[in-house]
């Protein structure tokens, strides 16, 4: 006992010393590591500066103008000048810190000031999004431009690295996950109790949100990479085949058929299936027999069947003259669902034959009766596969300039042959959605609203709703700040005009909305008893009747009149109406024919709501409904029977109709979902709910029970709130933020986000034409402006004046994020300044339809939906903005030059 009690006490000094050696060496690792990490951030300072200063200012510069279009530059170097900045400011701070360093210094507090600030996590965002664009513009440059690819090997022999500008440019992508493994080293180095452990966890978190988009970037850079590649394979493999590699098509499958020829024979043939063509092959033995692929969705077994056999085109089919024909023979649906039935029954006789050998009682009765339904089973799977081979032909019909052919395609096994038929109808769906092979919407024209008092710009638009056979008009309101003026959209006689402008009140109109009129016998129509508790307080109602016999209009406000700027623009309906009465007896006497009438609602800042209808002149306002509440009125919707009003004290004022079927304004009910701070900006109808937009946040409303079911947050930058969402009429929902130009998608089920979408790259392109000066301004403040989801493409507004369309995806209720977002495309046609609203309205009936309606090429039949669309007119997509601007080049017009002018605005109009 006592020996070993003083060799306990000998060795304890000892283990003291390996603690303080430990600790010791950590503290040493620990710095060692905020060394190496200060070494490689100024080592990627160098670079980015290397590319700022070396690349993008000379080739910006005047004396290298005729290398590469300004606009090509700014694509190339998107967000590099940003990230420069950040990190400057990161390796200043990592310097800072080294130079006061001691054994309880920081340094995961230096990582999450900047890597969590939204504007760092935007910037990477976008540049990851624009990187794959960047290296495609590079590429393509320097085979158009010989003296650009002069330019980057000369900058790559001067560089003392001798990295290219390929190299340089992929470095952010790279520094994120070098981030995170610093980080998780200077935590194993540094003790739970060390002020700086949870820090680094906290920062460890954030950076490793980045490496999970970078990594996906990667990927879709590798794949896309494979695609090519399997491209190139396909093309070299089979004889005449040529020019099949681009960069927006892939190769999906292929597989070994039969096909029937004219003599009535089958030959062995080979089938190529890519994301828009299908090529047809003859097959060729190099030796003994024609040698199977192992599997036909795998591109690696290409290289096994160039050394087996050898292939010649024999048809190069578009996939939108190809269709699969359906079995319309029930007796081949019939036998398809006996032979899916027996095979289900084989399956589980095999499972029952297997249990039965577990039993430990009398079981050999049992396992020879379930070996006998077997036997039965499986005979009768072969005889159904033997004498029904038909479920193995795909029936293809093609549409040739000699008219329809059809092409029998047979399989080896049913299943394959159904595999086929899913692939090709799921490659026809992509290819039916993608944003290039939509037909582009037919532009009108663009339309000069003159400015009737200085400053005077569109503020937002709806078309009017009609009873009957009526006419629609569209009213676009115009404001300054004092006056609130609605210019009157004609759409009949053909062309659309402008036929009246008129001042409507003293202040600015946030929004406006059509409401539907009452449908005799619906229960809309019938009183609603609301169980909940209504607030009148902050509301005032009055009915206006305007005599117009006097020539002028006089508006309930002590501010100057609306005379200065109504009227300039005549009126199509000029003649006098004289009002006999007084007030009360107008309105008893049109109070029943008004209720059922639909109407225009108009949404001020200064709390007003302006009600007329639809079908009366907006000049004479006539019975006009003005509902005063306390605080400005953001948006207006009709929904459920409902007309909900958001307002700027955060309340939601919501309407209902009275027993007559008109409204019942002055006894609403006030249910309160935002805040003053954050109150409810837009709102919008998601199926049947009511997407309410507050701050940074959509809060879900039931129109019910007036309750909010949901709330989700659309993004962590509490600075800014929503500005736009749209419905696209399935389950996605579009989103944008307030100064932002990264657009979401939704989805409306699982409220989880899909998409991202970068509009910038999209939007540099249509502006390469502009002065730089103009163009650079553009960028910088670049945001998306407004929205409108119409006959399957979203439009997008924004500040530059651009245009922009994203097809709208298919989404399914099981739909998560896309590996890819849809693709932006521009529009040649924009504004000079901001978009300001886009609306759409279904244009009147054609007195001259066309008789010969269009063949739809992938049904071969007359469309439906498009014989639809000549019964019911095309829609008009309108956008409000300032000015009108040709982005597709410098135009010497005088409309344009016009469209230049801040006196006047512009609607621009597209049939879709």
Known sequence: ????????????????????????????????????????????????????????????????????????????????PALLSHHEVFLEELRRRLDTWELKQTIGDVFLDVFTKPVVLETYTLFLD????????????????PAFARFLETMEREHKGKLGLDQLLIKPVQKIPRYELL???????????????????AAQKEVHELVVKINCTERESLEWEQQQTTLREVQALVEGLAGIVTNDRAFVRHDLVTIASNQGTRKERALFLFSDLLVITSIKRRSGTIRKPSTSTCPNSLVGLLDANKYKMLMRIPLDDLEVMKAKDENLRRMAREVDYLREDCTKLTQLQELAATLHGAKQQLEDLIKDMLSQSQRQLAERNAAHSQLACLELTLNTQAGIENISVMFAKPDKRASWEESFNEAKQKLALSADRRPCPEFVGPLPIRKTRAGLQFTCAAPTLVNGQGSRDVWVCNSDGYVGQVCVLSLSPEPPQVTSCNGVCNARILCVAGIPSCTPGSNSCTSNNSPFINSKSGISISVQDVDASGGN????????????????????????????????????????????????????????????????????????????????????????????????????????????????????TTVSVGTVASPVTKMLSVSGKLWCGCHNSVKVLNTHTLDIEHTFTVSSDTSRAVSCMANSGGLGVWISLHNSAVLRLFHSGSYECLADINIAPAVTKMLASCDDIIRQHKAACLRVTALLACNELLWIGT????????????????TQRMSQPPIVTGIPHGHTGHVRFLTCVETPNSSKPDPRPKVNRYSLKPNKTQQNNINRGKLLVISGGDGYEDFRGPQASAELQAGREDSTNHLLLWKV
């Open 799 to 814: 500040s530059a004046g651009v245009l922009l369309t994203v097809p709208i995806p298919h989404i399914k209720p099981s």
């Open 130 to 145: 624009n990187w794959k664009s960047a290296r495609k513009a590079i590429k393509t440059t320097c085979q158009a431009k």
């Open 553 to 668: 209009i006089q508006l309930d406000s002590s501010s100057s009149s609306d005379d200065s700027d109504s009227d300039d623009i005549p009126c199509a309906d000029t003649g006098s109406v004289t009002l006999s009465g007084d007030v009360s007896s107008i309105d008893n006497t049109t109070a029943e024919e008004d209720a059922n009438q639909p109407t225009m609602w108009l949404g001020t800042e200064d709390g007003c709501i302006h009600v007329y209808n639809c079908n009366d002149n907006i000049r004479i306002k006539k019975n006009k409904v003005k509902i005063q509440h306390g605080s400005s009125v953001h948006c207006i919707i009709y929904l459920d029977n409902k007309v909900f009003v958001s307002l700027a004290n955060g309340d939601i004022t919501v309407y209902v109709r009275d027993h007559t079927g008109g409204w019942n304004t002055s006894d609403p």
């Open 1 to 80: 006992m006592t020996m070993n009690a003083d060799r306990k006490l000998i060795n304890q000094p000892s283990v003291d010393s390996e603690n303080n050696e430990r600790v010791t060496s950590e503290r040493d690792t620990r710095t060692h590591v905020v060394v190496e990490l200060y070494d490689t951030e100024r080592s990627y300072v160098e670079a980015l500066q290397i590319l700022v200063n070396k690349y993008l200012q000379p080739l910006k510069s005047p004396e290298n103008a005729g290398l590469v279009d300004s606009g090509t530059v700014d694509e190339i170097f998107y967000q590099i």
């Open 183 to 201: 980080i998780q080293r200077l935590l194993k180095h540094t003790d739970p109790t060390h002020p700086d452990y949870e820090l680094l966890q």
